[in-house]
Each structure stands twice: as C-alpha cells, then as structure tokens.
DNA sequence: TTACTTTTGTTAACACTGTTAATTAATTTT
DNA sequence: AAAATTAATTAACAGTGTTAACAAAAGTAA
C-alpha cells in the first residue's frame, strides 16, 4: 500500500514548503522580522500547523544554520580541492570563506547571531572613534618605528581590530568551560603575529 | 529661580533612574530581555513615562552602546599609558580588548549587536564541525610541511577562524560603501600574516 | 486666593509576537 | 455505515513596543 509513502511524502512536502516560505521572508526582510504568522500566511494554512512540523520558530532557524554551515563547508572543500599548496589553500580558503559571508549575508548572520541592532546602532557612535583612535594612534607610532614606514595604517588598524574582534566573538560562541589560560594563548598566538609583521626591522 | 533647575535636576535623575532599572534587568537577563514594561515595573511607573526620556528602546539600547564603547576606550587608553614601546602597547592593549569583554559581556554583546540566538544553537550544529574539518585538516598539511613541526594545530585553526569571522563581521557592522577591492586587501594582510608566520621555513 | 495654563502621569488601546488548548472537519479503518 | 484516527482551525493566553485620549498635579497670572 503506497498510500503511507503518499503520507509521508506529502509531509516532507509540506515540511519544505514551510522552509521556502519562511527562507523568503528572510531574504525580504532579514530573520529578524521572521514570524511564525507570516509563513502560516504564505503557506496558506493556520498557524499550528507549522508547530506539526517543527517545534518551535528557534528550530526552523536551526534549520537555516544547518543548510549554511552545509553550504559553507561545501564552499570551503570545493576551493580547497583546486590547490595542493596547503599555503595556497588556506588562502584560498579565506577568499571563499569571505566570499559565502557577503554573497549569503542573511545565511551567515543567522549561522553567527549576528544581530541587526548594533548595525544601525554603532555607527552613530562617536564614542567609538575615540575607541579607535587609541588602536590608530598606537599603530602609527609602531609603524613610525619599523622598516616598512610606508605601511597603510588605517588597513593595519582594520586587521588589528578584526583580529581582536574575531577572538572574542568566536570564543564567546564557543563557550564550552575552555580554561582561561588556553583561551589567551590563542589571543597570544594571533596577536604576536600580527606585531611581527607590522614592526618587522 | 532654582525650580528650573531643581526640575532639570529631577528629569536627570527620572533619566538615570531609568538607566539603573534597565541595566540591572539586561545584567540579570541579558539585553535580549530587556523590556519597556519590565522598566516601568521597576521604577514603578507607568509606561508611558519612559517615551517622556527616550524616543524608544533603541534608543535606551543606544546609550549603553555609547556607554560601553566609553568604557572600552578608558581601559585601552589606560593599559596604553602603562608602556612607551608601540609593540608593548599594542600587546597590552589587546589583553584589555579580550579582558574587557569578558568582564563585560552584556556591553560587549549589546556594542556588537551579538545575539544569543546562535550560542546556543551553533552548539548543536554537526555541520559546523564538517567546516571546521575542512580547515583544521588544511592547517595540518600546512605545518607538516612547514619548520616547526610540533605546532598546535588546534591552537591555529581558533587563530584563522577567529580572524576570519572577525574581518567579515567588522565589515558587515561598518557597511560603508567601501569599495570591494580595498576590503579584500584587509583580508588579504590578515590571513598571508597568518600564513606567514604559520609556514617559516 | 482663584482661574488659567502647562507639565506630568495614567488608562486603555492598537498591532504585533510565540505558543497552545479545545473544537471542528476530513480521512481511514473497522 | 459507524467508529477511530488524523489534520486543521478557531480562539485564546501571555507577552512585546508604541501611542492616543484623558486625568491629575504643579506652576503662572490676575
């Protein structure tokens, strides 16, 4: 009798077309605005329905998450597999990495919780320019007193800056009981190399 | 006349009332939370009062944004002060960042609109570990091949991730209309760093 | 002191959100 | 055809930010 496979495709029908409309209204209004009542909207049925499907909002989230570091991961392997230099890879891996960040924004702010708030927030901030004018200045006089004087400082404060910001966000999502020391050791770690290249002599 | 100013005194204090009400509500709830009735509740006040001091809740989320950049900006300058060579400052400095926002969470994650939502999903995400793989085993072949064999790989694998994620979110926060090119060019003096002092040979 | 004006605060509502219990409609099985 | 199961809906609960309409208090002027 075919008709329990019927059922069951059907399910897994219905179960995509929940996660086609919901992806849409990500990509037309950010995940921020996603609402269990517009996908019911769109799907045309009632809202619990969808609670037939999935759990809760968070798990058709975790969905997206999951599809993202799928697609990131393939996106990572695939231009890994054009080089043999490991070098060249991991350069080449931090292009695509870059690359999958900005041509799936929505994807990739979803993967890291990446809220919009700070976004329109932090740049009406003056207080952060003075934030970053005691990273620019110091930068500058360590660039002053190295070999390659000529180095763009602004990019340099940019690195810097990112590096720093990476760290602590990284380590802030990951936030297994890791011991502190460990943790600063990684700090360490990316930030003497950093110093080493600025101030070469 | 001083009631004018008795009156400017008592709005100021309405003002930083309200501030102290939201601020211990974000600190034992997270800012994720935080809410206008919550507030209210607390100050034992109606609602409406609050639209009186601020146009909105962005605008309560914004202030303790400027507030927690002020405070960042203090503790660098001060770890700053505390050394005259430029690479000195700009370890030192570093240890601050990472300090300060371990110590300061709520600020970190309300400055850099860092969500929860991911924290704890991430956690649960196998494909996240399929892109960790792609990575870690590049960093491998990276340092078999290199001259310091008995490098933690690990270690270095937290390093190119972090800076990673770092340069994308840093750039999506700043989403000025900076050109492609001079994007890549960060990313590109981030990671051959990285590269660089990964492979010595 | 009384009358008027301005400021301040409250009530009640609107338009949303996620989630769920109770109920009806449709379908399958007996 | 009747009973049992499954599917879908209505309506509600408990929240959220925000605001219009109104009442109370305080300051000003006659």
């Not at 975790?62 to 996106?75: H, I, N, P, R, S």
């Not at 070999?147 to 940019?158: I, Q, S």
Request: proline letters at 2%.
């Amino acid at each position: 009798m075919g008709i329990a496979e019927r059922k069951i495709r059907q399910k897994e029908e219905f179960r995509t077309s929940i996660l086609e409309a919901a992806w849409l209204q990500v990509l037309a209004d950010g995940w921020q605005s996603l609402s269990i009542r517009k996908i019911a909207d769109a799907i045309e049925y009632s809202i619990p329905v969808i609670y037939n499907h999935f759990e809760n909002k968070e798990a058709i989230l975790l969905e997206f998450t999951k599809e993202g570091f799928q697609k990131l991961a393939d996106a990572l392997q695939s231009v890994k597999d054009q080089h043999t230099d490991p070098s060249a890879q991991l350069e080449a891996i931090a292009h695509a990495y870059w690359d999958f960040a900005f041509e799936n924004k929505e994807y990739y702010q979803l993967m890291f919780g990446l809220g919009i708030p700070a976004c329109d927030r932090v740049n009406q901030v003056v207080e952060m320019k003075t934030m970053s004018m005691v990273m620019i200045t110091t930068i500058q006089d360590a660039i002053a007193g190295s070999k390659n004087r000529d180095v763009d400082y602004f990019l340099k404060y940019h690195t810097y800056f990112s590096i720093l910001h990476g760290l602590v966000s990284i380590q802030m999502i990951e936030k297994a009981g890791k011991p502190d020391a460990e943790k600063k050791m990684i700090l360490q770690d990316a930030i003497s190399g950093f110093i080493n290249s600025l101030v070469v002599r």
